[in-house]
Nanobody, 124 residues
Framework: QVQLVESGGGLVQAGGSLRLSCAAS????????MGWFRQAPGKEREFVAA????????YYADSVKGRFTISRDNAKNTVYLQMNSLKPEDTAVYYC?????????????????WGQGTQVTVSS
């Protein structure tokens, strides 16, 4: 079993930055692909970014490409999401997720473990 705990959310003005963290329990974190997702009120959960087990491969939604950066520190069992140039439309609850394979899946439903989420609010 893997537990994921997100932190780092908050209220920020448009153009600002936040860094989200996701701390994972368990000794097999380094062999899991990880992803970040978000869900705005009244909308479906959507993919934001993903990273392979080693950090060698990263993937981004078009809406965040060039502004967000996903990274991981396997020694600390933590994955990060650095968010720059934030926009009001980035407002959502952000979730991290773990997939028990080396590479991220293409489908949201294939992630095996989910955190509880952290709220990000971007004011205009």
């Amino acid at each position: 079993q893997v537990q994921l705990v997100e932190s780092g959310g908050g209220l920020v003005q448009a153009g600002g930055s936040l860094r989200l963290s996701c701390a994972a329990s368990g000794r097999t974190f380094s062999s899991y692909a990880m992803g970040w997702f978000r869900q705005a009120p009244g909308k479906e959960r959507e993919f934001v970014a993903a990273i392979s087990w080693s950090g060698g491969s990263t993937y981004y939604a078009d809406s965040v490409k060039g502004r967000f950066t996903i990274s991981r520190d396997n020694a600390k069992n933590t994955v990060y999401l650095q968010m720059n140039s934030l926009k009001p439309e980035d407002t959502a609850v952000y979730y991290c997720a773990a997939h028990t394979e080396l590479e991220p899946p293409n489908i949201l439903d294939e992630y095996d473990y989910w955190g509880q989420g952290t709220q990000v609010t971007v004011s205009s």
